[in-house]
């Protein structure tokens, strides 16, 4: 466990009331103490760490400036909040970050007032500001919102939606762009610090409001000219022009670590008369913490590390994850293949595409954070004749399921998506699980859908689905490593709608998709040992079904129980959909559906999540025991 440091004056800090009380001059002693123990508590528990560095400065101005909670601060995506937690009543917690039944690794209504909108998914901020913003108008409430928007999440278009029609919100929206990674503007320093405090007083706002207010009884045209004209002086400066079109009074650039800089420029927005205004702040991502600058990612994502040497305790060697081994399949497929190309959004690791962007750069597309863009700009390559893979997290791919539907689906293009983190994903929660993919894809006409149940099937079916042509098709594979299986040399084209039997029973049949097949076979083991022969198939497919195989082994077993990691809708819906329709229930048989409750399973090990989900083998075992005991006929869905 990492030492704890000495805060002598964050230690007096519970809450952003005693914040207030603080001298200005106090400020830089507070947030190198916070910065301090933001290390050392995720040096204990992993976690997004220099997103948060980054924003240390930012985190104590706006709650020293502003009247939180009363004045709403919105973190866009949540990476960067841990700060944020610090000083909003929860620094006795900060070490439970993302455990079971500890803080949420991101922002959530239900842990704080202090956390006025939930979020996890990026560029959302300034929508639900908006709103905020808009209420406090409709209601003559004086209450301010700040969104914080990384300039990553500029890359959605949603932003830009919501600043489209932000300037009914007037002064009580502020947006404060977080410039780190990506910059948009040129290095700051003492001249555009002052810049920017000159341009948000209330002497300049004055004279500018002032001077529309005169040149607007002028003609039309000289009030127009007059206008661009200050507008573009100013954009040439600060890089404002294009916030400004949209609406917003542009503000900025500025130092986000200069707390000399950043607390007038916040005291003269938030005293403002005109809004919305937008304040352009340069962080430095990883900020004060030595290994974190000098990541290639600044420390992101970390496990456990130690906080003097900054070592991540990862686990060494084992199996490959299963987002490498999807990578490097689609890059070696691709030395032979040039229709093959990869997008991601804005996840090229995370996905695998890095390996594939690495062998192949010129037809690996990293879109940003905008995966309605991704999944029509796939459907284009597709109509034109590429073999394009979409690689996209299950829970992203939510965003633009309109986007599947309408440009996929409907006009049956050959687009390939790769589902990543399907399934639970531990700490990050509810936030980030891939619980509902077979049920919005495999309601789709013309949508074949796989799952894999380790390496070695993924292997098979990426290649399966590089010579699918005839409509869209996706795989689905989890978060972590597999199971140690050799990846086999040349893949293997499967037979679409086919399953496979991988242990032959007679009286209990486990219907498996994905990577519960392991716990179905040790459930096998368990049942057999009861003297109740037992049968495991690997579906392979939630659609189409295996029809063939799952009439047999309807017809030759007592008991049928279905095992998927989603959510109701998927496999088990469809099983009892077609035994329904086929008239397979008539004789008695027992048919029973395990998949994710309908319910959010908040984060913990993944384990544990499954056995709160009731798809281990213990509960894949009670559930046919208690089928077994049901003295009714027919069918039914029913939980352990």
Request: glycine share 10%.
């Amino acid at each position: 466990m990492s030492a704890r440091p000495d805060t002598p004056l964050l230690d007096t800090i519970h809450y952003p009331a005693d914040l207030r009380k603080l001298a200005p001059e106090q400020l830089r002693q507070l947030a190198d103490e916070l910065r301090a123990e933001m290390i050392s508590a995720v040096g204990t528990t992993g976690g997004h760490l220099g997103s948060g560095l980054g924003v240390v400065e930012l985190t104590a101005a706006i709650h020293y400036v502003f009247n939180t909670p009363d004045d709403r601060l919105i973190w866009d995506v949540g990476h960067q909040c841990y700060p944020h937690k610090i000083l909003t009543g929860r620094r006795d917690r900060i070490r439970t970050l993302r455990q079971g039944g500890g803080l949420s690794g991101f922002t959530k209504r239900s842990e704080s007032e202090y956390d006025p909108f939930g979020a996890a998914h990026s560029s959302t901020s300034i929508s639900a500001g908006l709103g905020f913003a808009v209420a406090n108008k409709l209601n003559d409430k004086p209450g301010k919102a700040i969104a914080v928007i990384g300039d990553g999440a500029m890359s959605a278009g949603m932003a830009y939606e919501a600043m489209n029609n932000a300037e009914q919100a007037g002064n009580r929206l502020i947006v404060i762009l977080n410039d780190n990674d990506m910059s948009i503007a040129p290095p700051v320093g003492g001249l555009s610090g002052y810049l920017a405090r000159l341009i948000s007083s209330s002497e300049y706002l004055g004279l500018r409001s002032l001077a529309s207010k005169m040149t607007a009884k002028l003609s039309r045209r000289v009030h127009k000219s007059l206008g661009k004209a200050e507008e573009y002086t100013r954009g040439m400066v600060t890089g404002g022009t294009l916030f400004e079109e949209l609406g917003f009074y542009y503000v900025g650039p500025i130092d986000g670590h200069n707390l000399d800089h950043l607390i007038p420029v916040l005291e003269n927005v938030r005293d403002a008369e005109e809004g919305p205004i937008l304040i352009h702040v340069r962080t430095v991502k990883g900020k004060g913490y030595e290994p974190a600058e000098a990541s290639a990612d600044k420390y992101h994502g970390v496990a456990k590390f130690d906080v003097v040497t900054g070592k991540q305790n990862k686990p060494s060697g084992g199996p490959p994850a299963y987002q490498n081994v999807f990578g490097e399949t689609l890059a070696k497929l691709a030395d032979t293949d040039p229709r093959i190309c990869a997008i991601t959004a804005a996840m090229p690791s995370g996905t695998g595409v890095d390996k594939f962007a690495k062998a192949h750069p010129d037809r690996a597309f990293d879109v940003g954070i905008a995966e309605q863009h991704g999944v029509t700009f796939a459907a284009g390559l597709a109509a034109q004749g590429m073999r394009p893979f979409a690689a996209i997290y299950s829970t992203f791919l939510q965003r633009a399921y309109d986007q599947v539907v309408h440009d996929v689906a409907i006009q049956n293009l050959p687009v390939r998506f790769a589902i990543d983190r399907a399934g639970l994903v531990g700490a990050d929660g509810s936030t980030h699980a891939g619980s509902f993919d077979i049920t919005y894809l495999a309601t789709l006409p013309n949508f074949v859908v796989m799952a894999a149940a380790d390496e070695v099937e993924l292997v098979h079916m990426t290649y399966t689905a590089v010579e699918h042509d005839e409509g869209p098709i996706a795989l689905r594979y989890p978060r972590g490593g597999g199971i140690g299986l050799d990846l086999p040399e040349t893949p293997e084209k499967l037979e679409i709608g086919k399953g496979r039997i991988v242990r032959e029973g007679s009286k209990v049949a486990i219907l498996s998709l994905g990577t519960r097949l392991e716990e179905a076979r040790k459930a096998a083991d368990q049942l057999d040992a009861k003297g109740l022969s037992t049968t495991v198939a690997d579906l392979r497919f939630a659609k189409p079904l295996d029809t063939d195989l799952i009439d047999r082994l309807m017809k030759t077993h007592e008991v049928v129980i279905t095992v998927e990691e989603g959510s109701i809708g998927g496999l088990g819906a469809h099983v009892l959909t077609h035994a329904s329709d086929t008239g397979l229930t008539d004789g008695g048989l027992k048919i029973r559906t395990l998949r994710l409750p309908d319910s959010f399973i908040e984060q913990d090990s993944p384990d544990k999540q499954y056995d709160e989900a009731g798809l281990n083998a213990p509960q894949i075992v009670d559930t046919v025991l208690k089928a077994l005991r049901h003295n009714s006929a027919g069918v039914e869905e029913a939980r352990a």
